[in-house]
């Protein structure tokens, strides 16, 4: 590792029934959340791994939970621990643990975004590589950021931010701002997070397509999520999902 290596965390929550995607329950049963969870974080580690092989860190939730993850991440990402109290602490506590493993820059990543298109990691590593300060944030449609990409830990930026809010990406702004730090946005995208975004998601697979895609930005096939998301769209109760029109081909 040098200055130039850039750690890709993803942040994940271990999928157990009962204790993951709840906000998805209804429509979905509390084992459906658990799988559909299982399935986005398999295919956000696989784009991980796509971009930059050997770069991937599972930063997991709760401690002691590392068999919940078994099948779902490459063979060649560490596990590391999540600490603190609330996300702030445990995003602030995950960058300070990285830089301290000896890489230059860390991004940390979302695991309810299966779409992610590899092309923004892209675009957070080499502004992580360019020489001086910056901030690296991906924007998300709920008003909050699906990655956040540091050269060092920033305390400030983690503190007093209203969680799971509307206003994370802004409050997020005004903390850089106030510490004069640059920030460089990344491309639009979005967390599956309600019954709204998991119906965007089936738009995008199998559907007119997501409008977020444009110049050229094309998200990732999110093959596990996909099989899962048919499986439900062929059900007889599929109607509870609110996708229009018959179940997808193949």
């Given at each position: 590792m040098g200055q130039d290596d850039v750690a890709l965390g993803i942040m994940c929550k271990a999928p157990v029934d009962g204790s993951c995607k709840t906000r998805l329950c209804p429509p979905l049963s509390t084992r459906e959340a658990a799988e559909i969870s299982r399935c986005f974080i398999a295919d956000v580690a696989a784009v991980i791994d796509a971009v930059k092989p050997g770069g991937g860190v599972a930063v997991h939730?709760?401690?002691?939970?590392e068999a919940a993850f078994d099948g779902l991440l490459p063979a060649s990402f560490p596990m590391l621990?999540?600490?603190g109290a609330d996300l702030g602490e445990r995003l602030l506590h995950a960058t300070g643990?990285?830089?301290?493993?000896?890489?230059?820059?860390?991004?940390?990543?979302?695991?309810?975004?299966?779409?992610?298109?590899?092309t923004v990691l892209q675009q957070a590593i080499a502004a992580l590589r360019r020489p001086g300060e910056r901030i690296v944030l991906g924007p998300a449609i709920d008003g909050g950021?699906?990655?956040?990409?540091?050269?060092?830990?920033?305390?400030a930026l983690f503190r007093d931010v209203s969680w799971?809010?509307?206003?994370?990406?802004?409050e997020t702004l005004v903390r850089a701002a106030e510490g004069v730090v640059p920030v460089e946005?990344?491309?639009l995208w979005y967390d599956v997070d309600d019954l709204g975004t998991l119906q965007l998601?089936?738009?995008?697979?199998?559907?007119?397509?997501?409008?977020?895609?444009?110049?050229?930005l094309a998200g990732a096939p999110a093959t596990r999520s996909r099989a899962c998301l048919q499986g439900l769209l062929r059900?007889?109760?599929?109607?509870?999902?609110?996708?229009?029109?018959?179940?997808?081909?193949g």
């Open positions: 939730t709760p401690p002691g939970a621990a999540q600490r643990d990285l830089l301290a493993a000896g890489f230059g820059g860390v991004c940390l990543i979302n695991s309810d975004s299966p779409t992610l298109p590899p950021y699906y990655l956040i990409g540091l050269k060092r830990a920033v305390p799971s809010t509307g206003r994370v990406l802004a946005l990344l491309p998601l089936l738009h995008e697979l199998f559907g007119a397509g997501n409008p977020m895609a444009v110049n050229g059900a007889d109760d599929a109607g509870r999902l609110g996708f229009p029109g018959a179940a997808p081909p």
